[in-house]
């Protein structure tokens, strides 16, 4: 079974709003509310693609039925936590192509939440065979829980992946997780270099290959992703036909990659489902929402190729 491990969840509201304009009073087309969240996309996207996946972390006490009704036949160990769980709102609008974020502070967690959710952990991990830490921390968690969750899996032999930002990707790429994936800019944080081009995001990537590491993915937006282990660069893009949303591109790409890693596949089918994924995901309005006959048709749409 793949965790998925979800510490800040996120409630996402997704109008579509044909010509916004700040200040003006204006009608949505239409809204959508989604439990979200970057772990929850990625264990939403993991098991429409089939894998057993199990989902744990915290969430508000009021949110919590509506968070499992979004994973019905998912194993879900959710911490709940005093507070409510923090709004994402997203303004689409698709006579401009803009899109406007409106990001709520939610729960803080106690010290007593931390040691419930780490003696949960301690024992939903017996058995599992990969964990994905995925997104923000919430306030009150110490910026070091990353590296320590990498760590305890480590002991027991887990593959681990980790898709964070700031201080905790710093913390948790120094416990070197089996797998990480950041964009550009958290490159450059991670390692002090520019990746301006593929052959750069490699060559920096390629420097975080240590200890347990065994492989790198860096997002470059519109301009694909590169992947290195630590024989082989490859660069790969994806043509979606029609970008509708941009939010949760980067958690369906991570979904992909693990798919295929699960499954023992080869680096480049790793990278060709990532991007099919992610670019399914832009296709749809939603954080994860991926419609089959789209995945079918951007699996068709990739194009891998050798860094050098």
Request: hydrophobic letters at 45%.
């Amino acid at each position: 079974m793949v965790l998925v491990i979800g510490l800040n969840p996120a409630i996402d509201r997704i109008l579509i709003v044909p010509n916004f304009a700040v200040g003006a009073t204006l009608k949505a087309e239409s809204v959508q509310t989604l439990a979200a969240g970057k772990a929850m996309n990625v264990a939403a996207v993991l098991r429409l693609l089939g894998v057993r996946v199990g989902y744990a972390g915290f969430v508000g006490r009021e949110e919590a039925a509506f968070f499992r009704r979004r994973l019905p036949d998912v194993e879900c160990w959710m911490v709940e936590v005093d507070g409510r769980t923090r709004t994402d709102t997203t303004l689409i609008d698709p006579v401009g192509h803009t899109e406007t974020h409106v990001r709520e502070p939610g729960f803080a967690v106690q010290t007593e939440d931390m040691e419930r959710f780490l003696d949960a952990f301690t024992g939903v991990i017996v058995g599992v065979e990969f964990v994905v830490m995925s997104g923000s921390l919430p306030p009150g968690a110490p910026e070091g829980l990353y590296a320590e969750l990498v760590g305890l899996c480590h002991a027991r032999h887990i593959r681990t992946l980790l898709d964070t930002s700031g201080t905790p990707l710093a913390m948790g790429a120094a416990a070197r997780p089996s797998f990480l994936k950041p964009n550009t800019e958290e490159l450059a944080e991670l390692t002090g270099g520019h990746a301006g081009s593929a052959a750069e995001a490699a060559l920096w990537g390629r420097t975080l290959l240590q200890g347990n590491t065994q492989a790198v993915a860096v997002t470059r937006g519109a301009e694909g992703a590169v992947l290195v282990d630590r024989e082989t660069a490859i660069q790969g893009n994806a043509s979606v036909p029609s970008v509708v949303n941009t939010v949760g591109c980067g958690d369906a790409f991570v979904a992909g990659w693990v798919a295929k890693l699960v499954s023992g596949s080869p680096l480049t089918e790793q990278l060709g489902e990532a991007l099919a994924v992610a670019g399914a995901n832009a296709m749809t309005h939603g954080a994860g929402v991926i419609e089959r006959r789209n995945l079918d048709l951007m699996r068709d749409r990739v194009t891998i190729s050798d860094v050098w």
